[in-house]
């Protein structure tokens, strides 16, 4: 029987493990991965007892987690064994595509909270001089940075024993050593003061981005995709991060930030980064899980230069760094991110490993490569820092979130935006670097997406050449007798003539005229910003502040209800009442080209603070909607039926998906 004091509580990262995975009934995605290509002449036998005597120093690997008393404890036990295996594939035909497929299948088999050690590794042979030391830990017994001291230690020890001298005592302190400096400072006045950083650091909730579009699942593996930077583009993010005078990590967390906004269109983001979360020499000298995650929050605007956004990462990052012991998930409590929000502070994780620590075993040469550095709850950026003139990229994504050419898609558009990055200049505008290649957006072209004079480039145009081709097709109805295409065209078209370019409120129920309208609105040159009957009047007051807005399109039964909302807000907004007026001559369009023009604007609920307004450009609309109709295969045979709240944006497609393929809408 092991006596109650031999017990050691567990880390405060490693709780936070813990119960994620007993609260998600196991199978999480906790396990770090990495392999280490050895070339030369290596001892096996010295080898072997290398990794003999470096589980005996690092305690971490030997510890057993049990529950005592309802609580996780964990003991450090004796290992009689060690879980290596020892495959030869030197008779494959390509013996390191082959060490390859067997360390990845090795992965797909996630531990269990039971399992004792917690580690397994392989020395794959795959010739006479080359091997693979393979090794994957859950994180309950390490992170990163205990990987970087085994490796140092594993030199260390090997090299010792080959010479045939005396490696010493440990050079490994106990893991106790880090509970304690972790139990220290929860009841110290740094503690304090960095909740008091935190605290003032975010005064509202923010936003958690995702670029998948889809709800946060738990991680249960991952998809990764993998690229080495052309050189020109080393050398450039080098000698752009040197001018800035910032970090390389610096750099590709500004990269990923200006990225993000680029595609999520949110300006006031965070991104999620891992920290070391240790102090003091000693605990920087002892493998063990005490890792933690920060946010780093960017404010990125399309009008600033490559400078002020390098600027700001590295003060953010200075910032965040100081007070980085302070926990993830008090952090989030703390600035009241809810308990069952799968990522850990929304937007991308960016991980940038440190260069190799030039490993030497004997005469032999080798190189750490990174297979997995854990979970993956959205989408995680790891940036292996290899040679001065390589750089690796890995991109990981939640394969419920993402599929594999999707992510591939990400790594290929990301590595070209940060050559783009790193080569305008410090002074360019982050709004003029393209975020999508020439050749990219030549493909998107040639499929129709955006292209001038086509569906591409304008919903309205579409929706004129079917009502042209086929006037008496029912186009929508919301209860009543089925509207036209030739008569819905022909109301958009008269209220077009009303309205005139910036931005319009509509103020209607759902249904044919709040379709009528919105294609009106479009027709006009003008964006739209949907209002919700059943909001209150400052509400909808401070949204129309807010949006900017120059007029409102008033449904029929709404007057007074808009005389106060125009009346709260201040005055100076037209008020356009809309009605069945229809052209028979139909109006020509206000532009030729509106791609890049705001199609519309929509409010967050304010849940968690302000409401928020995103804006969403025409041809942005446009790639979505017509990948609403690939998707649900929409033909003009088919009827939708429109029942989101018109303040919802799945309300867009619903209401005008259908109408690009010549199909009809039914609002409910």
């Known amino acids: 029987m092991t006596a109650v004091d031999a017990f050691l509580p567990l880390s405060t990262a490693q709780t936070d493990v813990w119960y994620d995975e007993q609260l998600s009934g196991g199978g999480l995605a906790y396990a770090m991965a990495d392999y280490l290509d050895i070339t030369g002449p290596l001892d096996v036998a010295v080898f072997e007892a290398t990794l003999r005597a470096l589980a005996d120093e690092a305690e971490c690997f030997r510890a057993r987690f049990v529950e005592v008393e309802g609580e996780p404890r964990q003991l450090i036990e004796p290992l009689p064994e060690l879980p290596i295996r020892y495959p030869d594939l030197t008779g494959e035909a390509d013996p390191v595509s082959a060490a390859l497929d067997w360390m990845q299948e090795d992965m797909r088999h996630p531990f269990s909270l039971e399992d004792f050690p917690l580690f397994r590794g392989a020395l794959i042979k795959i010739g006479e001089d080359r091997h693979f030391w393979y090794l994957t830990t859950h994180h309950l017994i390490g992170d990163g940075f205990s990987a970087a001291i085994c490796q140092r230690r594993m030199g260390e020890l090997y090299n010792a024993l080959l010479a045939g001298e005396d490696p010493g005592p440990s050079a490994l302190p106990p893991f106790r050593l880090l509970l304690d400096a972790d139990l220290a400072y929860h009841d110290s006045p740094h503690r304090a003061r960095d909740k008091a950083f935190w605290g003032r650091h975010f005064d509202t909730t923010p936003d958690l981005v995702s670029l998948s579009g889809k709800e946060p699942a738990p991680a249960r593996g991952f998809l990764r995709r993998t690229m080495v930077l052309p050189p020109e583009t080393a050398k450039a993010v080098r000698e752009a991060a040197a001018e800035a005078k910032v970090t390389l990590p610096t750099f590709f967390i500004a990269a990923m930030a200006a990225y993000t906004q680029r595609l999520s269109g949110i300006k006031d983001l965070l991104l999620t980064v891992p920290v070391a979360a240790r102090a003091g020499v000693r605990s920087r000298s002892t493998p063990g899980m005490v890792a933690n995650y920060l946010p780093l929050r960017m404010i990125v605007e399309p009008a600033m230069t490559v400078a002020e956004l390098l600027t700001q990462a590295s003060g953010e990052l200075a910032a965040t760094l100081k007070h980085q012991r302070y926990h993830v998930n008090q952090i989030r409590r703390d600035i009241g991110v809810r308990s069952d929000e799968r990522r850990p502070f929304g937007g991308p994780f960016v991980n940038v490993l440190p260069p190799e620590p030039g490993l030497r075993l004997g005469d032999c040469h080798t190189r750490v490569n990174n297979l997995s550095t854990g979970i993956t709850n959205d989408l995680s950026l790891t940036v292996l820092d290899v040679t001065q003139d390589t750089v690796e990229i890995h991109l990981n994504g939640n394969p419920d979130l993402y599929d594999a050419e999707g992510v591939a898609a990400h790594l290929e558009r990301l590595a070209g935006f940060v050559g783009r990055l790193a080569a305008a200049g410090p002074s360019a505008v982050l709004g003029g670097i393209d975020v999508v290649s020439a050749d990219e957006l030549g493909g998107l072209l040639e499929s129709g997406v955006g292209a001038v004079g086509t569906v591409g480039a304008d919903v309205v145009s579409r929706v004129r050449d079917i009502a042209a081709?086929?006037?008496?097709?029912?186009?929508?109805?919301?209860?009543?007798?089925?509207?036209?295409?030739?008569?819905?065209?022909?109301?958009?078209?008269?209220?077009?003539?009303?309205?005139?370019?910036?931005?319009?409120?509509?103020?209607?129920?759902?249904?044919?005229?709040?379709?009528?309208?919105?294609?009106?609105?479009?027709?006009?040159?003008?964006?739209?910003?949907?209002?919700?009957?059943?909001?209150?009047?400052?509400?909808?007051?401070?949204?129309?502040?807010?949006?900017?807005?120059?007029?409102?399109?008033?449904?029929?039964?709404?007057?007074?209800?808009?005389?106060?909302?125009?009346?709260?807000?201040?005055?100076?907004?037209?008020?356009?009442?809309?009605?069945?007026?229809?052209?028979?001559?139909?109006?020509?369009?206000?532009?030729?080209?509106?791609?890049?023009?705001?199609?519309?604007?929509?409010?967050?609920?304010g849940s968690t603070g302000r409401p928020k307004g995103a804006m969403v450009h025409r041809r942005g609309m446009v790639n979505h909607l017509l990948a609403k109709v690939e998707d649900l295969g929409l033909e003009s045979s088919d009827v939708v039926v429109q029942n989101a709240p018109v303040t919802f944006d799945v309300s867009v497609w619903q209401m005008l998906a259908p109408l690009l393929a010549g199909g009809r809408v039914r609002v409910v």
Do not use: H, K, N, Q
């Open 469 to 605: 081709a086929s006037p008496g097709a029912a186009a929508v109805a919301d209860g009543g007798a089925w509207v036209s295409y030739g008569a819905l065209v022909g109301r958009a078209s008269a209220l077009s003539r009303r309205l005139s370019g910036g931005v319009t409120g509509i103020l209607a129920e759902p249904g044919v005229g709040f379709v009528s309208a919105v294609l009106g609105v479009l027709w006009s040159g003008s964006a739209f910003v949907p209002l919700d009957l059943g909001m209150p009047v400052a509400r909808l007051a401070g949204l129309l502040v807010d949006s900017g807005v120059s007029r409102v399109v008033v449904g029929a039964g709404c007057e007074d209800l808009a005389a106060e909302v125009v009346a709260a807000a201040g005055g100076g907004v037209e008020v356009v009442v809309l009605d069945d007026a229809e052209d028979r001559e139909w109006a020509p369009l206000s532009r030729g080209d509106a791609g890049s023009e705001l199609a519309y604007v929509i409010f967050t609920s």
